[in-house]
């Protein structure tokens, strides 16, 4: 008998003036790239998707040839965002998160944006994200920081 496949998610992450070579080019010249995981246990993948974009890039990622987890960014790293609870409307994907957003200059402003929505509608398959920070929409927060 052959064991069931894993439960995959996608993170997705930077590559800093890649210009889309290897990705969606956005923001500074930047491309976004997905590096995908085994989704740990039962936990709803939206859950386990948040989760492990906001731990961050490790061990656990496969890699995207040629791209190497090590030449990733993440411009979440500086942050300490805890993923509180999310859903899922059918086209529209929200989640809730909580904690301190710092970003490490004007570049990191499309970077969270993309990273986090991205990752979202990835997990679920939905159309588009709102993101809430402590309550206030993700482009309220980014505007103050």
Known sequence: MNPAAPRM???YYVLLDDGGSSGVRFGCNDSLVG???AAPGTEPLLTAAMNALL???GDADIPLDPIEVSD???ALDGSELTFLSGS????TVTVYLAGTLSLGGACDVPRV???LTHTAVAAVG???ADVYVN???LSEVLRQD
């Not at 899922?88 to 086209?91: A, C, H, L, R, V």
Request: charged share 15%; hydrophobic share 40%.
């Open 113 to 115: 944006e993309a990273q």
């Open 9 to 11: 998610l996608t993170a």
């Open 135 to 137: 309550g206030q929409p």
């Open 88 to 91: 899922f409307d059918g086209t």
């Open 35 to 37: 590096l995908a995981r």
């Open 126 to 128: 939905a159309i588009r």
């Open 72 to 74: 990733v960014y993440n």
């Open 55 to 57: 731990q961050g890039a």
